[in-house]
């Protein structure tokens, strides 16, 4: 019966969609429609009542707003930590590990001056900002615990438990080792500790800040910049350094409406598109986890906003918008360099159309190509080398026109293009780019199993309305492009193509979130047929209700294995034979 019903909801929401796209009208002559429109007071109750919605659940359940944020480096250093005999035998330890790689080994010496070896524990480049619980070879009552660290280690939290789970009290010859016992777990949770990438870009968010040399170079530094603002907010917490990606993930919603706004008009289809997204699997869990994925995404949907605002309006203050978010983009991540790809394909069409209009001549394309090169090269440049600023310090370089400053950053172009270009490597959860098209095969990013039996799990991969609804969607888009040569559709397409095709030439390892900048283009280009449905179809816009209302559902009925809450098996966990959950 599970096997059965299991497939039966996946096939249900296809054939919904399919239905929906059947009753699209005649491609040939519907009116197309599209174009500027200014947001008013109704817009603006959308917006806020959808992105206040959407932060509540986005906040909700993020992670520890209190970690042990006092650290100790234990490079060849020894911490003792002295057990009171009054409160029991220690069974284990409670250790929480800060940045760096190494290892630890825990003595004990007794009242009688007898010396015991108990553990030794670990810490690599995963094990980072996380709890540890370390069973002990023999419990121990009183005494001495001396803790040596091995290896650039840094330690935060280190409490002793009886075998109950009661914590002894400890008096430490590093204070910062025991003055946050009450933060203590009872174990190990995506709450309280690291998990996937967070160990490489939470820890070196937080070292950028402390004027560490990053261990993470793999990526140009700005993304983790902005993960380090939540970390000065609200401290090197789970919380602190998942806020910033959390809110760009909720500030991309009134701007997907927006952008929306000004491609279609109305109100009803510009609501659809930000219901689609805020109700977006992968939207969801990647904007919550602390990687830079979500900074990409965002500068991604800022740039080709101004560049749609330019083509369509043609303000140059537009164009050089377009440019700044280009640079921060790129300051990001590389990925944002596909985008730009994807941007001069649009100026260059742009160009011939207005030439060909009699409104661009040679001076005129001269200037606009000037203007390009100041605001798409020379500033992008200038905020991608002012990026490298916590490098330099923490070379003491920082005087930012001397060769050294500029070596730093020139060393770091070439190792990361040989990183990138040269990664031989497997996982179990890797995928490629076809298998995005379908959510085939999504991204394990934690899995927990509790003594109940219920589990906790959540993976990147896209709400399937929005995976399968905007594929077909694309094919409307192409068509409407090719044979009615709609700019709208044509302006879409092209910002999908950018972020998909250069993945098809990539031979490394690739994930399921490569695919999350597509998503933007995917709402949108389901926008471009909610349009034609509003515009030619009778009752269009109770259809492109129940579309929204669909992709809601799903995501409500998703929602535990998205935001971590414990469940048992469930149908809903398995719509694919491959998904790993």
């Known amino acids: 019966m599970f096997e059965i019903t299991k497939y039966f909801l996946p096939a249900a929401c296809f054939l919904l969609i399919t239905v929906f796209f059947m009753l699209l009208p005649d491609l040939r002559i ?28 986005a906040f909700m359940g993020l992670g520890n707003t209190a970690s042990p944020e006092s650290f100790v480096r234990m490079e060849n250093e020894t911490a003792q930590l002295g057990l009171d005999p009054d409160s029991g035998a220690a069974a284990k330890l409670m250790i929480f590990s800060g940045v760096g790689i190494g290892d ?9 001056g007898h010396n015991v070896h108990l553990a030794d524990l670990e810490q690599g480049h995963g094990d980072v900002l996380k709890w540890h619980e370390v069973e002990l070879e023999q419990p121990v009552t009183g005494g001495t615990l001396r803790i040596l660290g091995r290896g650039n280690v840094w330690l935060g939290e280190v409490a002793a438990k009886t075998e109950d789970g009661e914590t002894i009290a400890l008096s430490a010859s590093h204070p910062a080792l025991a003055d946050e016992q009450a933060l203590c777990p009872k174990r190990q949770t995506f709450l309280n500790s690291s998990y996937f990438d967070e160990i490489y870009h939470a820890r070196t968010a937080w070292e950028q800040l402390n004027g560490v040399y990053p261990y993470e170079i793999t990526h140009p530094p700005l993304g983790k910049a902005i993960i380090g603002l939540g970390i000065k907010l609200f401290g090197m917490t789970p919380f602190g350094w998942r806020f910033s990606g959390t809110l760009f993930g909720v500030l991309m919603l009134p701007l997907l409406y927006y952008f929306a706004k000004k491609l279609f008009g ?45 083509v369509s309006e043609g303000r140059l203050r537009d164009l050089g918008l377009c440019g700044v978010s280009f640079g921060l983009g790129a300051a990001s991540k590389w990925t944002c360099f596909y985008a730009g790809a994807g941007l001069a394909v649009i100026w260059a069409l742009w160009v011939i159309r207005e030439a060909r209009a009699g409104r661009l001549d040679f001076r ?62 497997t996982h179990p959860y890797s995928s490629h780019w076809y298998q995005w098209l379908l959510d085939i095969r999504p991204i394990l990013y934690y899995l927990d199993y509790l003594a109940d039996g219920r589990t906790v799990s959540f993976g990147a991969f896209v709400n399937p309305v929005l995976c399968w609804g905007g594929l077909l969607a694309l094919f409307v888009l192409g068509y ?42 995917l ?51 398995s719509w694919l034979p491959t998904w790993p959950f």
């Open 104 to 112: 630890y080994s825990i003595d004990y010496t007794g009242a009688d």
């Open 364 to 425: 005129g394309f001269v200037k606009n190509a000037l203007f390009c090169v100041v605001f798409f090269i020379l500033v992008p440049g200038l905020i991608y080398y002012l990026s490298y600023i916590p490098y330099g310090v923490a070379q003491g370089k920082t005087n930012l026109l001397s060769r050294d400053y500029l070596n730093i950053v020139l060393d770091n172009q070439r190792y990361m293009f040989n990183y990138h270009s040269q990664l031989v490597a």
């Open 480 to 521: 409407l492009a090719a044979a009615r040569r709609d700019r709208v559709s044509a302006f879409i397409l092209l910002g999908y193509l950018a972020q998909l095709l250069p993945w098809v030439l990539v031979p490394r390892l690739t994930f399921a979130y490569h695919y999350f900048p597509c998503t933007v283009f």
């Open 523 to 573: 709402a949108l280009a389901l926008g471009r047929c909610f349009d034609l449905m509003e515009r030619n179809v009778r009752y269009g816009k109770l259809y492109v209700d129940g579309f929204a209302l669909l992709s809601t559902a799903v995501f409500v009925l998703f929602f535990p294995v998205l935001a971590g809450i414990p469940v048992g098996r469930s149908i809903l966990r």
């Open 30 to 57: 519907c009116k197309l429609g599209g174009g500027a429109r200014r947001m008013d007071r109704a817009d603006a109750l959308v917006v806020a009542g959808v992105t206040i919605v959407y932060a509540v659940a």
């Open 266 to 310: 109305g109100r009803i289809t510009p609501a659809a598109c930000m219901i689609l997204m805020a109700t977006d699997f992968m939207h969801f869990v990647q904007t919550r986890i602390a990687t830079i994925d979500t900074y990409a995404v965002f500068f991604i949907l800022l740039m080709y906003l101004y560049m749609y605002l330019f």
